[in-house]
């Protein structure tokens, strides 16, 4: 039976209502956020604010300030203890744990019902529903879905019924029991939270099943097919799942990776799309295999707003909407969501590529870039000078981070990188050279800055020991799941730890 041919139909019509919707942002985004504010409008939140007089977007602009996590966390707290009608209606009682804020501590960001139904598992749907659309042909769901989870491993004392963890780990907890027929691996697997005994049993349960698509960050799949292919004796991964045709990958991106998933499989069957499903809600998907861009799904219960950069500290920016966004612009992503999330700036920037669709690529963290000399170097940025250097080079990185190193008596500042090689270079100081033409062919400002060594020195490598950065995600309880290594930092924390491990 082709059962994919058989389901595909019901997916078209959700690709189909995409690009109905897709020429018309201003009437569904309104139509979404009216919906939010009424439902919302006896909550806590939505007393404070007066949901139940607003009728508008500009009403709701005006009279709702933008907020971060620091503003939200007591209510959060308050949410987490059991309080009811907080920033949704009735108890919420999952959370996605993410990486913290400035105060150290890690983000808590609620997961509602409506949340899991119109937000998250919607997302996967499109998810599929866009790939079939591109992919006819495809037997997707004549074998198995391997999705690589985190766990609920936390630092709290919680009630019982709540439920604190990897974003993943809450949605596989909660998945429908029919998707478990079609995914691996087992529950209990799944959710484990010691890596070292669970990528052995992933592994194990993996080299047993007929895979057909597989979906995490890519990163840690890659340690996981590497292991597969190491206990099977394989070459490609295609030799373990000979019907393996797409991973749907997110988190970070794919650009330093390709070319090391392109070495393991077989490019001909193979197939990438990329997602935007973050703690905070799922927001984009790849809609088009050959443009490297996501387009944003705008009935899935999220509201969003795009704040200029020279705003984002603003309580009330002058924000775009999905309607009024300027084609080449970059801003800061802010999201009103069923999740119970008002208003609330995410931390990420996002590059409007297109508007009709309405088609973004990630820009980066808006506090992930470093501007210590007026270079403004973004995620962006060193994600593609790293993939053209290591196509140049025929090298392959795993993990780096990067901050800068201030100028002394006798010398001027520089960039200090920190890379973990799964392939090394020949020559580090030739990759050094090369990062540093690419770096400046992809940013101007950081072009200027490095003219004639004259404000800023060469780029310095550090070559990292294997494993170094999974070492510091475990001691800083981030190992494994959806955790991701800041890129790019303005200040030294991040590197000067790392440093400290690689040198022991």
Same mark, same amino acid.
């Not at 909550?43 to 949901?51: A, D, R």
């Not at 963890?165 to 087992?186: C, F, K, T, W, Y």
């Not at 997602?275 to 799922?282: M, P, V």
């Not at 999974?470 to 890129?487: C, E, M, S, V």
């Given at each position: ?212 698509? !597989?979906? /995490?960050?890519?990163?840690? =799949?890659?340690?996981?097919?590497? %292991? ?5 004796? $394989? #070459? ?125 690529? !990630?820009? /980066?963290?808006?506090?992930? =870039?470093?501007?210590?000399?007026? %270079? ?5 940025? $060193? #994600? ?121």
């Amino acid at each position: 039976m082709h059962l994919t041919r058989i389901l595909r139909p019901i997916f078209m019509r959700r690709a189909d209502a995409w690009r109905r919707n897709s020429v018309v942002p201003e009437r569904v985004q309104t139509a979404e956020l009216m919906k939010l504010v009424r439902k919302a409008r006896s909550t806590y939140i939505g007393e404070t604010y007066g949901f139940e007089s607003i009728t508008s977007y500009n009403d709701f602009a005006a009279r709702v300030p933008v907020s971060d996590y620091t503003s939200l966390r007591p209510l959060v707290e308050r949410m987490i203890a059991g309080e009811r009608d907080i920033l949704w209606p009735g108890a919420v009682r999952n959370f996605a744990q993410s990486s913290g804020t400035s105060d150290g501590k890690s983000k808590y960001i609620p997961i509602t019902p409506d949340g899991f139904k119109r937000n998250h598992y919607q997302g996967g749907f499109d998810v599929v529903a866009h790939y079939l659309a591109s992919n006819p042909d495809s037997r997707i769901f004549s074998g198995k879905a391997f999705i690589l989870g985190g766990s609920f491993a936390n630092e709290l004392s919680l009630k019982p019924g709540i439920k604190v963890g990897d974003l993943s780990a809450n949605l596989i907890n909660n998945i429908n029991p029919l998707a478990n027929m079609v995914r691996i691996p087992s529950k209990d697997i799944a959710l484990m939270a010691d890596w070292t005994q669970k990528l052995p049993r992933l592994v194990e349960a993996a080299s047993k099943c007929d895979v057909t698509n !597989i979906s /995490g960050v890519p990163s840690w =799949f890659l340690t996981v097919i590497k %292991e597969v292919m190491k206990q099977s004796g $394989a #070459e490609s991964i295609h030799q373990v799942w000979p019907n393996l045709e797409v991973f749907f990958h997110g988190g970070i991106s794919f650009k330093p990776y390709r070319r090391q998933y392109e070495h393991i499989t077989d490019t001909t069957k193979m197939h990438y799309l990329e997602t935007y499903n973050a703690s905070e809600g799922f927001f984009a998907v790849q809609t088009d295999p050959l443009r490297h861009m996501m387009s944003m799904l705008l009935d899935i219960g999220v509201f969003f707003e795009f704040i200029p950069l020279d705003q984002t500290g603003e309580k009330f920016p002058d924000a775009a909407t999905a309607w009024t966004v300027e084609e080449g612009k970059t801003y800061a992503l802010a999201i009103t969501s069923c999740n119970g999330l008002w208003r609330y700036a995410i931390g990420d920037t996002v590059r409007i590529e297109s508007r009709y669709p309405l088609n973004i690529t !990630i820009a /980066g963290r808006t506090r992930s =870039f470093i501007n210590a000399f007026g %270079e403004e170097l973004m995620v962006y940025n $060193a #994600e593609a000078a790293i993939s053209s250097t290591c196509a140049k080079l025929g090298c392959a990185v795993s993990n780096y981070t990067a901050a800068p190193v201030y100028a002394g008596d006798r010398s001027r500042g520089r960039h200090q990188w920190l890379i973990e090689f799964a392939t090394p270079p020949r020559s580090t100081a030739e990759f050094a050279e090369a990062l540093d033409k690419a770096l400046q062919a992809e940013n101007s400002d950081y072009q200027a800055k490095r003219a004639g060594n004259l404000f800023l020195d060469p780029p310095e490598i550090i070559t990292g020991r294997h494993g170094v950065f999974d070492r510091w995600l475990a001691i800083t309880g981030k190992l494994g799941g959806q955790r991701k290594i800041p890129r790019l930092s303005n200040d030294r924390k991040t590197i000067d730890t790392l440093l400290s491990l690689n040198n022991q």
